[in-house]
């Protein structure tokens, strides 16, 4: 092992690591690999769950690209390192003092626990006798990732090597589908387009066009103000532009069989591999399936019932508080008109192809890789394996300019991915368009089908959690959803002041990937019931309901479907009181629900005061925040966090005398902020009321005083640590 103090010289491997949850990291942490590999490093590519694999023990220099889910959570393609990075933080003579790291972590501010993956990263291996040789970097997307992340890799290059004794060349320069050896280089050749007022009319109509070709997909309007671009003399601080890795390989058709498919799954689904046996992929039918909502609801809510009574791996190793992946399709009708866009027609679509890489010593992404065996389609890899829908990264736009024939089109795709044109790709994504929108709004982009698949991130699955509970039947997995559609009003920028009377708003439809699929195969009529890919994905954050011999009481808060998990947890209660059938009181349980309407979307309604009513939940606070009727003749309040504030002394009471357990469920933006807020303004009156409880939350201070609002969140903060404040998050 080399000495701490000398680093890795002479030593040119590197190891890129990754753990993603919905894609960015894997996407960005390849494109780093890319770039290592044209720099003439010796270069290697893992998800962290492979550790074994690529022994991690041994490796002496890696960089880390990892986001967090959830409340602070690693991905799940990374739990099996996590454990065996805390087995080893346990063994005293454990040591990596001979790796040498860098991390950089995707975040969002507008979550809890930002970064928190990375930052618990860099504690554990520096606790470890790891050193890193280059600063961490945090991105967030609130803000937006590139911010971060194009400075951070501008910087690594030095860095790394300086830490492995070479010099810091540039990656070979080529055309416009290879990667520039920096930022600098990009720049300067984006400074040298004809940028003028041309271009870029105060006049000009927003960015739309139509190719007039027949499609059942609905274009959608893209509605950007590129006026600025006329005082514009040159254009800066454009991303790089990822490699051009991926190519197609069509063998001949009569050699070739393809794996059969149907519209439910991919038809590579045999191919997945989970975590661990119990997460492996099987199919589930779909077994029952009921529209929750009334007809008046914001939105429409479904409950829908999968047999898994055939999955043997998942039977005994599921609990309540547990969710699933389901492996959704993209529209269909959406691929259709992608395909038409760049030119690969219905027949080119349908022809057994290969993916291979165009550079040997550069390995596909993990997701293509598949098929650099397996033959599939084109049609399929884009309805099935690559993210038609993700939110734009620069990068992309950057990369798509290459590939605009009309200089306008290049000199406005290039303006939004600059650093001139941050407010612009900033209302880009506001807008949220597919690919097929930004194409069709770029009337010249044609792209090449293998350089998108270089482009674009993995379809990741979709997590719904399970309600209902084993101990109630253990061969349905039961969860409900929001079909995912909704409506965007974009004020035309071309529109003045004097005329906004007169301003016809732009109106943008959006839906899901996965929700308004489901809802499709619901209500198709077919003889079989239509099954869908899924697998188990287990809780590990501690969302698990005490058993009853616990004597803590149970305080649930979860509004809209965060409600789920919650009706599994009083099934198991009800199940285990059952049981028991013991005279002693069981612990308190208290549910904290809430919705738009008392007669519209109060959901699992019938359950709830089932429960209620047997006993199995003690107390229950129902919020309507859209209507005032029900409110005044119940007595309610707006929100959860209203209501839990009305108890604040009863709260108060119950976590700090009773030590209570609080579980969370639902959005992480709006919601559980607001619930923390709750919470910490409880325990500060609480300490104001009852000031002999300051030496119980605080055993440290000399001389306790009420509790200020930093000390209830660290408060909060450390229960949660301990399990006892469990929070299951999600956008």
Same mark, same amino acid.
């Given at each position: ?20 949850? @919905? #894609? ?73 003092? *001979? ?44 803000? #937006? ?7 951070? !890799? ?40 004809? !940028?003028?007022?041309? @271009? ?42 990822? +490699? *051009?890795?991926?190519?197609? *390989? ?18 590579? $689904?045999?191919?997945? @591999? #989970? ?5 492996? %992929?099987?199919?589930?039918? !779909? ?32 609990? +309540? ?15 259709? +008109? ?6 690969? #027609? ?18 596909? %992404? ?7 065996? @397996? ?62 929108? !930004? ?31 084993? /101990? ?47 809802? *499709? ?19 590990? $954050?501690?969302?698990?309901?005490? %058993? ?127 619930? $923390? ?33 930093? /000390? ?20």
């Amino acid at each position: 092992m080399p000495d701490t103090a000398t680093g890795n010289k002479g030593d040119s491997r590197v190891a890129f690591l990754y753990a993603s949850q @919905t #894609g960015n990291a894997e996407s960005i942490s390849y494109t780093v690999y890319e770039e290592a590999v044209k720099r003439g490093y010796t270069a290697e590519y893992h998800v962290l769950n492979d550790y074994k694999k690529f022994k991690f023990d041994e490796l002496r220099t890696a960089v880390f690209v990892v986001s967090t889910t959830g409340d602070g959570d690693p991905p799940d393609n990374s739990a099996r390192f996590w454990r065996a990075l805390k087995k080893t933080a346990r063994d005293e003579q454990a040591t990596y003092s *001979h790796l040498r790291y860098a991390i950089l972590g995707l975040g969002d501010t507008n979550y809890s626990n930002f970064c928190n993956t990375a930052q618990r990263l860099d504690k554990q291996l520096g606790e470890a006798g790891a050193t890193a040789f280059y600063p961490t970097g945090l991105a967030d997307d609130a803000t #937006g990732l590139e911010e971060v992340v194009e400075p951070w !890799i501008e910087g690594l290059w030095p860095a790394l090597a300086k830490e492995l004794g070479s010099s810091d060349s540039s990656a070979p320069a080529g055309d416009g589908n290879s990667a520039d050896g920096s930022a600098d280089s990009t720049a300067d050749a984006m400074a040298k387009l004809n !940028i003028d007022s041309s @271009t870029a009319k105060a006049d000009d109509d927003p960015a739309a066009a139509s190719s007039g070709a027949p499609s059942a997909y609905a274009f959608q309007p893209l509605t950007l103000d590129f006026r600025p671009m006329a005082t514009l003399k040159a254009i800066t601080g454009a991303p790089r532009i990822p +490699a *051009h890795v991926c190519t197609i *390989h069509r063998p001949n058709e009569e050699k070739e069989q393809l794996p059969k498919g149907n519209h439910e799954c991919p038809p590579w $689904n045999a191919e997945i @591999t #989970g975590n661990t046996p119990t997460q492996a %992929p099987f199919l589930a039918p !779909i077994k029952a399936s009921q529209r929750v909502t009334g007809d008046k609801a914001l939105k429409r809510t479904l409950v829908v019932d999968l047999d898994v009574s055939e999955a043997k791996n998942v039977q005994g190793e599921w609990c +309540a508080g547990d969710s699933f992946n389901i492996y959704a399709r993209n529209d269909p009708h959406m691929v259709s +008109a992608l395909l038409d866009r760049i030119g690969v #027609g219905s027949s080119e679509a349908q022809r057994p192809v290969f993916i291979r890489s165009s550079d040997d010593k550069i390995k596909l %992404p993990a997701h293509l890789s598949r098929f650099s065996s @397996t033959a599939t389609t084109i049609c399929a890899i884009f309805e099935w394996a690559v993210d038609i829908t993700a939110s734009p990264r620069k990068q992309l736009l950057r990369a798509l300019a290459d590939h605009c024939s009309e200089p306008v089109d290049k000199d406005r795709m290039l303006y939004v991915s600059s650093r001139q044109g941050v407010a612009a790709f900033d209302e880009l994504r506001r807008q949220g368009p597919a690919l097929v929108d !930004i194409l069709h709004a770029f009337p010249s982009c044609v792209p090449p089908a293998e350089r998108l698949l270089d482009l674009l991130p993995p379809l990741a699955p979709r997590s719904y959690s399970i309600c209902n509970a084993p /101990q109630s039947n253990a061969g349905i997995w039961r969860f409900a959803f929001n079909v995912v559609e909704y409506e965007l009003e974009v004020v035309d920028p071309f529109s003045s002041d004097e005329d906004s009377s007169e301003r016809n708003p732009v109106r943008i439809n959006r839906r899901g990937v996965c929700t308004p699929w489901l809802e *499709h195969l619901c209500k198709a009529e077919s003889h079989e019931p239509p099954s869908i890919l899924v697998s188990l994905r287990p809780n590990l $954050n501690g969302f698990r309901l005490p %058993p009853p011999s616990d004597p803590r009481p149970v305080l649930m808060v979860g509004p809209g479907t965060g409600v789920a998990p919650f009706i599994g947890f009083l099934e198991q209660r009800a199940a285990e009181l059952e049981a028991a059938a013991s005279s002693k009181a069981a612990p308190l349980a208290w549910l904290f629900f809430g919705c738009r309407s008392s007669t519209e979307d109060y959901l699992f309604k019938d359950d709830i005061e089932k429960q209620r009513s047997t006993g199995v939940l003690d107390r229950l606070s129902v919020c309507f925040s859209r209507d005032p009727d029900a409110r005044k003749k119940l007595g309610t309040q707006r929100y959860v966090q209203e209501a839990m504030l009305l108890c604040e002394d009863e709260i108060g009471e119950l976590l700090v005398a009773k030590d209570a357990m609080v579980f969370v469920c639902g959005d992480a933006k709006g919601m559980a902020k607001d619930v $923390n807020n709750a919470l910490a303004d409880i325990l500060c009156s609480y300490s104001v009321a009852h000031p002999a409880c300051i030496d119980r939350l605080l055993p440290d201070v000399s001389d306790p005083a009420p509790l200020t609002k930093v /000390q209830a969140i660290q408060i909060l903060g450390r229960w949660a640590s301990e399990r006892r404040y469990v929070r299951d998050l999600w956008a």
